[in-house]
């Protein structure tokens, strides 16, 4: 069982930036893919970054791309969201989730989930 937090939400201006962390603990985090995912009010859960368990290969949802960097860190158990140049349209929670399957860009592939953290972008 991997228990996820997420940490580095808040209120950020336009054209701000932010780096969201996510902690694991109760797993073998380096055999985990792990993904960031993000829920606007009124929009459907939307997968924003994925990154693989040890090769570090990256994917990228169209709307954050060359805005985000998705990273990890092995040897802390955490994986990073960095976000500049954010918009309006980044407000939502943001969720870290952990998949056995390789790149996984599939929601439901995602066995495990944090509870997530705000990030309002404001102007």
């Known amino acids: 069982q991997v228990q996820l937090v997420e940490s580095g939400g808040g209120l950020v201006q336009v054209g701000g930036s932010l780096r969201l962390s996510c902690a694991a603990s109760g797993g073998t985090f380096s055999s985990y893919t792990m993904g960031w995912f993000r829920h606007a009010p009124g929009k459907e859960r939307e997968l924003v970054s994925v990154i693989s368990p040890s090769t570090f290969s990256t994917y990228y949802a169209d709307s954050v791309k060359g805005r985000a960097t998705i990273s990890r860190d092995n040897a802390k158990n955490t994986v990073y969201l960095q976000m500049s140049s954010l918009k309006a349209e980044d407000t939502a929670n943001y969720y870290c989730?952990?998949?056995?399957?390789?790149?996984?860009?599939?929601?439901?592939?995602?066995?495990?989930w944090g509870q997530g953290t705000q990030v309002i972008v404001s102007s």
């Open positions: 989730a952990a998949a056995t399957t390789w790149l996984s860009a599939m929601r439901n592939q995602y066995a495990y």
